[in-house]
């Protein structure tokens, strides 16, 4: 061997050694390597805003304890209606056939309609009352309507307060779901002449009020809203 082998050999032993001390070796205890897209699927974590969550769930997990959001059947319509009550197996009823269902929903946007309705309905807004009513109910407020346009009256009603609306009926039938609601208010009304001598209700007075009336949709429809289908009053 010349000098020259001789002296690659050495380099090479020598580079072998320096590459063994800074990299180590390998023992069989070593960790596996962090998976860092793992740890974000498992935590819901982002790197950055490129990154996309993998649908999917963690199998071989301790299931989770029930969360408050986890309602018993017997607190389903709690606030709303006592287990075992009519009302309450008629919203059971409602519910089975429409999973979107949600009577407190229901009953925000049912206060919202009763002021609509009500204030539409004095100033003879016919476009407005068509939305809202069955065509039943929609012809019964046009006959009044045009009973006040005949005489040349106009009634003027705003509303004080809304007290309190509350389900005391539900029902489904087929394919149509009906809720029945009573509303408390309070409102000022009168209805004066041509002249503008009042000649009902009182502009100065502020009336208790109690109607109750009822909704109804079509659950198979595509359509989400509700029309008034009956009213009635009560002391």
Known sequence: MDIYTIIFLALAVFIFLRLRNV????????RPPFDRAARNVLTGAQDNNNVVPIPGAVIDQAPLA?????????DRWKGLAEAGTPLA????AIAAQDSSFDPRHFLSGAKSAYEMIVLA????????????LSSEVYESFETVIKDREKHEQKTETRFVSIDKAELVGAEARDRAAQLTVRFVSQMITATRDKAGTVVDGSPDTVADITDVWTF????TSRDPNWKLVGTGSAQ
């Open 66 to 74: 029930p969360t408050a959001d986890v309602v018993p059947p017997t």
């Open 23 to 30: 990299l180590g070796q390998r023992t069989g205890n070593e």
């Open 216 to 219: 109804a949709r079509d659950i």
């Open 89 to 92: 197996l008629g919203l059971d």
């Open 121 to 132: 309905f004095a100033n003879g807004d016919r476009r407005a009352l068509k939305d809202l």
